[in-house]
Structure formats: structure tokens, C-alpha cells
């Protein structure tokens, strides 16, 4: 029986999808497969593929986060999977509009694996043919030993954010206030489209996505009745940055005041941080900044477009022996009772409120950090969970 599994890795994301390969790899080892890593960037890649072709026969199926199914990684005309003659388990990690101009939907040999529900509920709606599949996250590093109270109130007693101000490299989004300052909003209400409007409704949910909704509020206008899936999914993309940097701002607008510690890119322009308060750390290496998580003992979540998901942040907190503020989020209350999660709601505006609650109560601060632990211990979200999901999903879509 075959039982070699084929990684395809390329460094991305600050290594994410890098920590992400070989993490879950290690867990298809424990379940007594093989994994093979073919890493896209080393001067070996091509000698080690020509030995994966020679070895077809050994593999089950191949896995990426993505690189794999896209048009640069294909090899006179065929995909790396299909040269193995085996399915593929691509790992999406944003929504599908994002990697609309470079992944290949609805390839029948492979399974997209989305982080949130309602993301393959969009893939059926808008690409039709294609497995999907919800995988959601799953934590990229161990569980720590259980946090000491001494150890505890060593680390500093403020909030630690990761998540770049300038999201997905759109430098505008650091600042904006305002949907009318993106172009994109100007232009479609220019065109007499109730844009603005719209966005605002978005802006006071909780957990709604946003996807359907705006292509239905698009093709409503008889000007964008026809309008082509690339130019919604560009559409897309700049209003998703622009809901979740305003949300994003608003939660740190009202924390002003309160320490902070930030990672990420494009807060040096951000000019409605306290500086006195807040320490900004820059980009960093995606394990490098779970190591500067583990200085404080509260980490803020922000909404990420993800509604019915888990976002690793709340994953990698709770490892680690954090208290977590969170978005008020049903899909997050009812898929992990961890203990250490205290909810805002965006609608009512009560971030700073929640926050100085947990902040004037050590003890509970504490209890919480050591119950998001215990919880994580229980291996519901570790890669061992997600290899065996993996397989799950790989079966029921008759692929293996």
C-alpha cells in the first residue's frame, strides 16, 4: 500500500505555510505514513522530485498550502500531483477570491481545504464543480508546561497583537478611517452604488460574511449584472481589507491608553496609537512572533474575515498560557470552550470596558490563562487532530 506523502513547500507568509508543512508532516509520521518534503526554493528540488516521478507508485497523495495548484508550479503542462498520478489536498488559509488570479479552482483530483465554513459554502455557490471541504485551523506549535503564577506576573501585564496595519500589503489600509478613503469605494459610488452603505451595515456584525452579500449587491445594479468573477474577486478584496482595518482600528482607538505590544507592518504611520503606551516590535518571522506572545498575559483578536473559523491566534494564546480578548463570535463560543476567552461586542462598543474588567482581576487573569492551557492539552486543534481530518476528508471525497 502506498504511504508516501508528497509536502510541497514554498516559504510564504512569514513562514506560516512553512511551519504549517512540517508540523502537520510529523503527525502523517506518528500515523506511520512517509512524508516527503519537496522544498520549492532549494537548489535540490528538481533531483528530488525527478526521485519522487521514479517512486510514483509509493505515494498517496500530495499536500501545500496552496503553491501547488498554481499555474508557476506547473511542469510542461501538468501540476506536481499529476506527474505522481496521485490527489492533492490543497490547505487555503484566506478566502478563495484572494487566490481567485492564481490557484486553479475546481480541479477534480484535488480537495480545497478552507479554515472557515462559510468559505466552502462560497466555493460551491460561485465556482460550482470542485471539493471542498471545512479544515480548520490548527496549532502550529506545542502546548506549553503549565504557566506558575510566579511566571505569570513576570510577564508584562498588557495586550500583544499580531496583525500588520498595512493588511495584505495595501499600505492605504494603516490609516483609513473612512470607507471613501479607498479608491475602489469611491469609484463604485461613483457609479451610484450604495457602497458605503453597505460597508457600514458589515461594520456593526459580528460574524456575517461578507462574500455573497456584496457580489448580490453588486450584480443588483444593472451596470454590474454581467461583472466578471476577476473583477469581483479585486472588488472583494479591497473591501474585505477595508471592513477589517477600520474594525481593526476602532478596537485599538478605544484601547488608547492601555499597553500594547504590536507586531506586525505599517504601524509607524498609525497616528491614533498612544506611543507613550504602546510598543511597537515590527514584522517578524511567524514563530518568532509566538515567541514574543509568550511576554504578556493577555493577547487581543481582532475580527479576520473568518466567521465561522478559528483563527491560530486564539490557538497559539491559549497554548501559551494567555488570556485572550476576542470579537463576540458564535462559531468561536461554541467550537472551543477553552475558558480563557473574554468576548467584546463591536456592535455595543465595549472593548475597553471587557479589557480594564480583566486587567483589575489577577487572580482571574491567571485562572483563565492556565484554562486555556488545560483545554489546548486536550489535543482537539493539534496537527495529530488535523492528519487524521485530513484523511477524513480525502476518503469521503472518494480521492484515496
Known amino acids: 500500500m502506498a504511504n508516501k506523502i508528497l509536502f510541497v513547500d514554498l516559504f ?8 504549517l508543512i512540517k508540523k502537520i508532516g510529523k503527525s502523517f509520521e506518528t500515523l506511520g505514513y512517509t512524508p516527503v518534503l519537496l522544498e520549492v526554493d532549494s537548489p535540490t528540488a528538481a533531483q528530488t522530485f525527478r526521485q519522487c516521478i521514479q517512486e510514483k507508485q509509493d505515494y498517496l497523495f500530495a499536500f501545500s498550502t496552496g503553491w501547488g495548484i498554481t499555474n508557476a508550479s506547473k511542469i510542461d503542462g501538468r501540476y506536481l500531483h499529476q506527474w505522481l ?47 471542498y471541504a471545512f479544515f480548520p485551523h490548527f496549532s502550529l506549535i506545542d502546548v506549553d508546561e503549565p504557566i506558575s503564577e510566579v511566571e505569570f506576573d513576570k510577564r508584562g501585564k498588557s495586550l500583544f497583537f499580531s496583525g500588520g496595519a498595512d493588511i495584505m500589503e495595501r499600505r492605504w489600509s494603516s490609516s483609513i478611517s473612512s470607507p471613501l478613503q479607498n479608491k475602489t469605494v469611491c469609484t463604485l459610488k461613483e457609479m451610484w452604488i450604495d457602497i458605503e452603505g453597505f460597508i457600514d451595515k458589515q461594520l456593526c456584525k459580528e460574524d456575517a460574511p461578507l ?129 480563557n476567552l473574554v468576548f467584546y461586542s463591536i456592535e455595543k462598543n465595549d472593548i475597553r470596558d471587557r479589557v480594564d474588567a480583566i486587567l483589575n482581576d489577577d487572580q482571574q487573569r491567571f485562572k483563565m490563562a492556565r484554562a486555556g492551557q488545560d483545554y489546548m492539552r486536550k489535543g482537539l486543534h493539534d496537527s495529530d487532530q488535523a492528519a487524521k481530518r485530513v484523511l477524513q476528508q480525502l476518503k469521503k471525497h472518494k480521492l484515496i
Open 211 to 339: 462574500d455573497i452579500p456584496l457580489i448580490d449587491h453588486l450584480r443588483s445594479h444593472p451596470a454590474f449584472s454581467e461583472i466578471s468573477n476577476q473583477l469581483i474577486a479585486k472588488v472583494f478584496i479591497e473591501i474585505d481589507v477595508v471592513i477589517r482595518a477600520i474594525k481593526r482600528r476602532r478596537a485599538l482607538e478605544a484601547l488608547y491608553g492601555a499597553k500594547l505590544a504590536i507586531v506586525g507592518s505599517g504601524w509607524d504611520q498609525c497616528d491614533y496609537l498612544d506611543r507613550q503606551s504602546t510598543l511597537l516590535l515590527g514584522e517578524q518571522k511567524y514563530l518568532d512572533c509566538e515567541m514574543s506572545r509568550k511576554k504578556h498575559q493577555i493577547s487581543l483578536n481582532t475580527p479576520h474575515g473568518q466567521p465561522k473559523g478559528l483563527h491560530d491566534r486564539l490557538l497559539h494564546a491559549s497554548c501559551q498560557g494567555q488570556a485572550v480578548i476576542t470579537n463576540d463570535n458564535e462559531f468561536v463560543q461554541k467550537n472551543f470552550n477553552s475558558g
Open 12 to 19: 510564504v507568509s512569514y513562514g506560516h505555510g512553512s511551519t
Open 85 to 131: 498520478g496521485v490527489p492533492h489536498f490543497a490547505c487555503l488559509v484566506n478566502h478563495p477570491l484572494y487566490k481567485h488570479a492564481s490557484i486553479d479552482h475546481g480541479l477534480e483530483d484535488v480537495l480545497y481545504g478552507f479554515s472557515d465554513e462559510t468559505q466552502v459554502a462560497f466555493c460551491k455557490f460561485f465556482y460550482k464543480n470542485g471539493n
